[in-house]
Nanobody
Framework: EVQLVESGGGLVQAGGSLRLSCAASRFTFDNYDIGWFRHAPGKEREGVSCISSGDGSTYYADSVKGRFTISSDNAKNTVNLQMSSLKPEDTAVYYC?????????????????WGQGTQVTVSS
């Protein structure tokens, strides 16, 4: 069974940083593009960032551009999301998922492979 597991969420003050990780079992990031989504209460799910397994292309939503950085470590089979200058509006449950595809400048969509999510709370 394919599993994606997020970690690294928590409570942080506005302006602070967190690093989320997405680890996979029975799943090789070499073969899949990976994205991060977030879902806040009362809001629609938002695709935050993705990274291509092929050429390393990345995409960032305008809301996080310049503050978040996505990276992959194929040796460790993880994808990380470094989040800096966090704002209260970044508060949400963050999920990683396999996406199809990740192309720079284009929005991305999830496949059937999702993690369970990790809570990020940014206090003002």
């Amino acid at each position: 069974e394919v599993q994606l597991v997020e970690s690294g969420g928590g409570l942080v003050q506005a302006g602070g940083s967190l690093r989320l990780s997405c680890a996979a079992s029975r799943f090789t990031f070499d073969n899949y593009d990976i994205g991060w989504f977030r879902h806040a209460p009362g809001k629609e799910r938002e695709g935050v960032s993705c990274i291509s397994s092929g050429d390393g292309s990345t995409y960032y939503a305008d809301s996080v551009k310049g503050r978040f950085t996505i990276s992959s470590d194929n040796a460790k089979n993880t994808v990380n999301l470094q989040m800096s200058s966090l704002k209260p509006e970044d508060t949400a449950v963050y999920y990683c998922a396999a996406v199809s595809p990740c192309v720079s400048g284009s929005y991305f969509y999830p496949t059937d492979y999702w993690g369970q999510g990790t809570q990020v709370t940014v206090s003002s």
